[in-house]
């Protein structure tokens, strides 16, 4: 009996570090794919970004396709762009997406690059 214990414990530890592995993952996805694609929907609309956006992304515990990113940069001209969102597929490139210039929102968005 004490076996099975020592088992099942293992068994969940093993899994708890699985599931941060795999949010690890998600986040780090996410932070490229949004980071490119927001970059392109910024310059789609004249606002061309210097260098890249700088992302972070927070994905849900219980569904890694459900991950949070915001992201912050300059254009060429100077401008402060914000992009702040939630995925909701695997790929990261759909679920709600807003970004802003100086403050003024400039799109919105259910798929970026698309």
């Known amino acids: 009996m004490r076996g099975m214990l020592v088992a099942v414990v293992v068994v969940g530890l093993v899994m708890a570090g699985c599931t941060k592995q795999r949010q690890a ?5 996410v932070r490229n794919v949004v980071a490119v694609g927001g970059a392109r929907e910024f310059s789609d609309r004249g606002y ?3 260098d890249n956006l700088a992302c972070t992304a927070k994905a849900s515990s219980t569904d890694q396709t459900h991950v949070g990113v915001v992201c ?17 597929n695997d790929r990261g490139d759909q679920g709600n997406f807003v970004g802003t210039v100086n403050g003024k929102q400039v799109f919105q968005k259910t798929c970026l690059g698309c």
């Open 25 to 29: 993952i998600s986040e780090a996805a």
């Open 48 to 50: 061309p970004i210097r």
């Open 72 to 88: 912050t940069g300059m254009t060429t001209t100077g401008q402060t762009v914000g992009l702040s969102g939630t995925t909701n």
